[in-house]
Structures are given as structure tokens and as C-alpha cells.
């Protein structure tokens, strides 16, 4: 089963923050290594971004759509 989104929504910053502490320990170049995809630190920075973007671009073409269908 799928988890909620309020679960979702603390669940993805808190892996994203743990992957990011766990590259910062472990990484001897830290912050240059984050420019690489092949870095997990790269991801533990994508993650937070991508999924606001996601969430707000889905909502605007539900909006969108509502919107078209009542005129």
C-alpha cells in the first residue's frame, strides 16, 4: 500500500537529509562529489526539489483541467 502524502511529505526530506549527512561523513569530497550522478549525495539534493515541482505542475494541470471543463 501506497503511503499518504503527509507521510510521503515528511518521509522524502528526512531520507533526502539522512542521504546528504550519510554522504557528508563519508565522502572525502563532499561538496565538489555532489555534481556527480553517480553520487548519492546528488540524489539526497535532486529528491526535494523534483517533488515540490512535481506536486505543484500536477495540480496546475488539474487546475487547468477543472477549469476548461466549468466554461
Known sequence: MLPSLPTLTVL???LSLA????SASVDETFPQ???STNSLCF???LLPV????????????WMGIKLFRHN
Open 43 to 45: 540524489y539526497s539534493l
Open 12 to 14: 522524502v526530506p528526512l
Open 33 to 35: 562529489g555532489c555534481t
Open 50 to 61: 523534483t517533488i515540490p515541482v512535481y506536486i505543484f505542475f500536477h495540480l496546475w494541470t
Open 19 to 22: 542521504g546528504l549527512l550519510y
